[in-house]
């Protein structure tokens, strides 16, 4: 079965630098999103994104985040500028639209633990 | 708007029963449950979609009340592999957005043997 693959698993930063994280969505999912999950918290919506641009972001999602899909594959988040709250595991997730969003999985990736020191 | 979860954690003897609750303060377009192991990423159990609608796979069902602001997960006779945090997912908000789905604050619950 297909599914979301995320690199790298374990990602270690010193506070204010820069980290990428990467996703391969499935191939011919169309809805991309992040989210975020503090340790032993709720999973946290940050962003969605579709067709080349963000449809949605939260609050959290401030100027410090930005997405891109660089390229027909990657889906990429980048922290410009870590803080330690930042640290958290980052899972992204495809959605293939079918009729209405609404009423359609989300497909995990196994996630990147983020780890601001 | 974040929906509302009870209760917080549940702790069972293996061939016990569970309910956990979903409750949004409006109508809902969806909602979704997932449950997640430790480590690992939110795996996708099921969809309700409609007022009074139930449904299920095995011994882990669901149902959606009528007005579409509560939902109940139901795990019956409950196994070892059960044990897992249980998030519902609500998407309140369709219209220029996707309907993102936003997760309550999770159950966790633990099977004991």
């Known amino acids: 079965e297909p599914e979301v693959t995320q690199t790298p698993s374990h990602q270690v930063t010193q506070m204010g630098q820069e980290v990428i994280l990467r996703c391969v969505p499935i191939?011919?999912?169309?809805?991309f999103y992040w989210y975020r999950q503090i340790l032993g918290q709720k999973v946290e919506f940050l962003v969605s994104f579709y067709n080349n641009e963000i449809s949605e972001k939260s609050e959290i999602f401030d100027d410090q985040f930005s997405v891109e899909r660089p390229d027909g594959s990657n889906f990429t988040l980048k922290i410009r500028s870590t803080k330690l709250e930042d640290s958290a595991m980052y899972f992204c997730?495809?959605?293939?639209?079918?009729?209405?969003?609404?009423?359609?999985?989300?497909?995990f990736g196994n996630g990147t633990r983020l780890t601001v020191t | 708007q974040q929906p509302v979860q009870s209760p917080q954690a549940v702790i069972l003897r293996e061939g016990e029963d569970a309910v956990i609750n979903c409750s949004s303060s409006?109508?809902?377009?969806?909602v979704h449950w997932y449950r997640q192991k430790h480590g690992e990423a939110p795996v996708f159990l099921m969809i309700?979609?409609?007022?009074?609608e139930q449904k299920g796979h095995d011994k882990i069902s669901a149902s959606f009340n009528e007005k579409k602001q509560q939902s109940s997960l139901y795990l019956t006779a409950s196994q070892l592999s059960y044990s897992g945090t249980y998030f519902c997912g609500t998407v309140s908000n369709y219209g220029g957005s996707q309907g993102n789905l936003i997760f309550g604050k999770g159950t966790k619950l633990s099977v004991k043997p």
């Open positions: 309700l979609l409609k007022g009074g």
């Open positions: 997730a495809s959605l293939l639209r079918q009729g209405a969003t609404y009423n359609s999985p989300l497909h």
């Open positions: 409006k109508a809902l377009y969806s």
């Open positions: 191939s011919n999912h169309l809805y």
